[in-house]
DNA sequence: GAAAGTTGACGAATTCCTTCGTATTGACCG
DNA sequence: CGGTCAATACGAAGGAATTCGTCAACTTTC
């Protein structure tokens, strides 16, 4: 009668994969830090999620060395992929051409974007990768 | 000190949102219905989250025929747009481009997807929509 | 080596979400 | 009308998420 952890990661952990994937890896007070340019959060706020993220195995903790060290356990890739299925999945009845067509008409969408996107769907046209 | 209430329809919530789009509108025992097929779920559950989301302004509801009837407030395409935006700010930094690189990885992505996103792209490139 | 500063562990407070049990209200039938 | 059944409201239970305060442990610096 209780509620399931979330499958994906919250909006606070995401920040903070965000910060560490860019970082590569880092301390605490290294993604504190990271995140204060856009969030107000206190210090052992981010500490402590990211210790449950560690329980939950989002994160990777070096702890041989002081301040430990934190890294991602999955790659961006990886974490994009999962929560683009995910959406797939729960909003758009599992087509991704539904997908693209909303992110085609979003506001963010340059005719730059569009090029990109024509260039990767080339790619996939003629064989892989 | 506590948690703001999630800006986007929970998984629950989205459930329900697909079955009202579906059937345009409906009384919760249609819903529960419907639900059923893929949940296992009590009815006063259904009606309970549902109520909330009449309070939070998901769900319209008219009071003056029993059953009630509700139907969403947005549309499908309103919500998915926003749920796009939204994952697109969150995960991949505004980039369109990165998100349909990760839909079009996806296994679900048939060449009848491809096509189907290659024309999208097409009536994007030569004028308006 | 003691003081001062950092870092980390722990747990409390609070709200949200999911799930129902129970109670109340409303509608229909006889 | 009163009874019955469905529909709705109410509220509670309990885990998840978010935010810190507090204190202990460890480092660095005089």
Redesign the interface.
Known sequence: MARPASKRPT?TE??IL?ALWELGAGTVREVHEHLSQQRDMGHTTVLKVMQIMTEKGLLQRDESVRPQVFRASRTQ?Q???A???D??E?????????????????R??SPE??R???A??DR??KGRR
């Open positions: 909006d995401l920040e965000n890739a974490t994009q992929k929560l683009v299925a959406l797939l729960r909003a758009f009845d599992g087509s991704p051409g539904n997908l693209v067509l909303q992110a085609l008409t979003s963010r969408t974007e569009r990109k996107i024509q990767l769907l996939h046209e």
